[in-house]
């Protein structure tokens, strides 16, 4: 309380820890008490001195509750303090989120409360909780660091333990909110109840939102059930709790990391707390309590084997949580909050009327502090702590996260060690707050490379991802593209279809052209049919020269010469015509693709006809009657020349009309371009085969005409045969061109045509030079 002289009277601090009498809940009360003494030793707040009352909760709603509505009804212990006209504005507590909403709810018109560890979300609704300020992070902050590391380590398919209270609501919620946000998805979540067992364990990383006072609970059942090998990732609330680093414990959480307060330095914290001593103390119930627990002696002997506590022990001697700073957290959060409103206060009592920050330029009241005005200057605090970092509160009465990575790994000794392996940082630049060692990391096992947590292997490229039913999103299956589609990317959702002929790699990962069929020179197919065609075009050659050799023979002088040459050239030209049907369709190949190969045919089986009419002719058969008909027996040239005149006339004009273009087909062999000629109309073509065919039931019925003329004669049986082969050829080439397609198809007509020529060639021919060659 400030002296007489000094007007306006400053607020009370009020500390209202929430610990159970353990060594460091203790700490926390002490590094407040500490910091209280530093600002009443520091002149830059003279003529004002803090005091504060001391409250436990003893961790449970009631008692909470009950310190809170006497602070309100002003009903405290004479003895603890003395105080008239100094009314308290500010409370420091409490640790539980839990508590806190509950307590701001009621003190929110008359106190400030300023939380030392409650980091629910929650809390930063200003229009619940209006007053409500803390010198901890919020969960926000903790879920989307919590995310991030998440997103870092590829962990897209884990599981969520939390405590059912507002604290593991909200900070679920917003965990996944943000994990959603990353494309990351939650296997189950679960709320922990201690009179239900865990379940649905069987996932690698598991996130828990657990308090300090549940962790031994769970660890005790995690051990009964030998749950074991997985990654926790533990909350801030449990990430640095001591009760877990002894061996028992060390398999199930050996691998974890979690983000943890940034450990704070107070100079001279250490020496104060070594210094205290159960006599010396105004609160000399906490003390004694502890340091009966610490040296396993009592006050108050109530046996013979207990063991005399004089007070004068020392506490370098043994090892305490109570002593250790190297982890302070809470404890120095508790130290800011103090800081805090003696800053307040400071920027209170520097105020001058006229520039004040209320209505017309007033400052506060000079005999009465409102706690509105005092909550103005609370919210508007900016120092540098002892850390050389800025202390200061958003619109939210939420201070700057910053946190530090932990992992849990098995020591030497057996025991958990946690050691710093990254920050977070809020303050800095979107996308860069996270920043991990992960040399320095030791997962469960002892193992290097971090494990992996996925529902499904991500969709390798040339595969599309399809989602299962009933499963979380990232739970699916790699079904592979078609043969003309094709995905690029990894976990591609959808395949792209690939551009006209282009088709995709066997890996369905890209496009490339489509291989182009047709019947190149260099095709082993086609040199086969070429070499089948020069082979006949020589042999054509060679039967010609031993007719004209053996001319003068008399079983050639029954056809003139001129009949059998033109007849052996029909065929060489046959031969011939089966090279329109090679190499790549362009626009001059095709219109000169079918029309040549019919020409020629006709013209063959014409020149049949008109060495079957010079057999007719030698017999001196005569149509009685039947002018015309005998005209033509008489002049059979006439006859030939004009049916083969017509079907080139016919050709030629099918030729000229170009009915005929080159095309690309990818649809007949999948995965080919097929590249052939297309017929625009079939007219053309269908007359001239309907002419080829009438000229060929011409022929064969000429020839049976003359195996009844000549029975003696072979060669109108040689005629006839040919004949019959031609008919044959037609028949087996029609199902064998409908049933193929591209290249095959092509090569089915050469076929055709080369078997036509070898036929009538070695039906007339064959015969008449083994008699010549063999009998002459």
């Not at 897209?156 to 604290?167: F, T």
């Not at 003390?287 to 009592?298: A, G, L, R, Y």
């Not at 305490?320 to 400071?346: E, G, K, M, R």
């Not at 469960?444 to 292997?457: D, I, L, R």
Request: charged share 15%; with cysteine; glycine share 4%.
């Amino acid at each position: 309380t400030p002296p007489h002289s000094f007007p306006p009277p400053p607020p009370l601090i009020i500390i209202l820890p929430i610990f159970r009498l353990s060594a460091i809940g203790l700490r926390w009360l002490m590094s407040s008490v500490f910091a209280v003494q530093e600002i009443n030793n520091n002149p830059f707040l003279a003529n004002t001195t803090f005091e504060y009352i001391i409250s436990d909760s003893c961790n449970t709603m009631q008692n909470a509750l009950q310190s809170t509505l006497s602070f309100i009804a002003g009903n405290f212990d004479s003895q603890r303090m003395s105080f008239t006209h100094c009314k308290p504005h500010v409370v420091i507590g409490t640790s539980l989120s839990s508590m806190s909403v509950l307590l701001s709810y009621i003190m929110k018109l008359f106190a400030t409360p300023i939380s030392y560890a409650s980091s629910c979300k929650c809390l930063s609704d200003k229009k619940r909780f209006p007053s409500f300020m803390r010198t901890t992070p919020s969960d926000d902050f903790q879920s989307r660091a919590i995310a991030r590391l998440v997103k870092y380590f590829q962990w897209v398919y884990m599981g969520v333990l939390a405590v059912g209270d507002e604290y593991g609501k909200s900070a679920v919620a917003q965990f996944i909110t943000e994990a959603e946000h990353d494309g990351l998805c939650i296997a189950f979540n679960e709320v922990l109840n201690p009179e239900h067992p865990i379940n649905n364990l069987k996932h690698i990383v598991i996130l828990a939102y657990i308090h300090e006072t549940d962790i031994t609970f769970i660890s005790d059942e995690l051990l009964q059930n030998n749950v074991t090998e997985k990654t926790w990732i533990a909350s801030e609330a449990w990430i640095n709790f001591h009760s877990l680093d002894i061996p028992k414990f060390a398999k199930i959480y050996d691998g974890t990391v979690g983000f943890g307060l940034l450990r704070g330095f107070v100079p001279g914290l250490e020496e104060f707390l070594m210094n205290v001593k159960p006599q010396k103390s105004v609160f000399n119930d906490f003390i004694k309590t502890f340091w009966e627990d610490t040296f396993n002696c009592s006050f108050y002997l109530q046996t013979e084997n207990e063991r005399l506590c004089t007070g004068q022990e020392n506490l370098d001697q043994v090892s305490t949580p109570f002593t250790d700073v190297s982890q302070l957290q809470y404890s120095y959060n508790a130290y800011i909050a103090v800081y805090v409103v003696a800053h307040a206060i400071q920027d209170m009592n520097s105020c001058t009327d006229g520039s004040g920050p209320f209505a017309n330029g007033s400052c506060a009241g000079t005999s009465r502090v409102e706690h509105w005005q005092l909550l103005f200057y609370l919210k508007n605090v900016k120092f540098v702590n002892t850390m050389n970092q800025t202390i200061y509160f958003d619109n939210n009465g939420d201070p700057p996260a910053i946190y530090e990575l932990f992992n849990k790994h098995i020591g030497l000794d057996g025991k958990l060690q946690t050691t710093s392996v990254g920050i977070f940082n809020s303050l800095y630049p979107k996308g860069q707050e996270l920043h991990i060692n992960e040399s320095a990391i030791r997962w469960n096992g002892g193992k290097s490379e971090h494990p992996q947590a996925v529902c499904s292997e991500l969709c390798r490229p040339g595969t599309r991802k399809m989602e299962r039913k009933g499963e979380p999103f990232c739970c699916f299956d790699c079904i592979p593209c078609t043969l003309k589609e094709y995905s690029n990317n990894t976990d591609s959702t959808e395949c792209h279809k690939c551009v006209q002929y282009y088709w995709s790699t066997e890996m369905r990962d890209a496009c490339v052209p489509m291989p182009e069929v047709f019947l190149a020179y260099s095709d082993p197919l086609t040199v086969a049919l070429l070499a089948c065609a020069l082979l006949g075009s020589i042999l054509t050659m060679a039967i010609g020269l031993q007719m004209f050799l053996h001319n003068n023979l008399p079983m050639q002088k029954s056809t003139s010469f001129h009949v059998t040459l033109s007849l052996l050239l029909s065929i060489s030209a046959s031969f011939a015509s089966s090279l329109a049907f090679m190499g790549q369709p362009s626009e001059v190949s095709c219109k000169v693709h079918d029309a040549p190969a019919c020409a020629c045919l006709t013209l063959m089986i014409v020149c049949v006809m008109n060495l079957t009419l010079h057999l007719i002719k030698k017999s001196e058969y005569v149509l009685h009657g039947q002018m015309i008909a005998s005209i033509f027996i008489k002049q059979p040239n006439v006859l030939c020349y004009s049916c083969a005149l017509a079907q080139v006339v016919l050709c030629v004009a099918w030729v000229l009309s170009e009915s005929t273009k080159p095309a690309k087909d990818e649809i007949s062999i999948p995965g080919s371009v097929i590249l052939e000629c297309v017929r625009m109309s079939n007219i053309w073509v269908s007359c001239s085969l309907s002419y080829l065919g009438l000229m060929t039931f011409l022929s064969l019925y000429l020839a049976l005409k003359a195996r009844k003329l000549l029975p003696s004669s072979s060669e109108p049986k040689f005629i006839t045969f040919s004949i019959l082969f031609c008919f044959l050829v037609y028949l087996d080439f029609i199902p064998a061109y409908n049933s193929t397609q591209g290249k095959l198809a092509v090569a089915a007509k050469i076929v055709a045509v080369i078997a036509t020529a070898y036929g009538i060639l070695g039906c007339i021919y064959i015969p008449k030079c083994y008699i010549l060659c063999v009998k002459s």
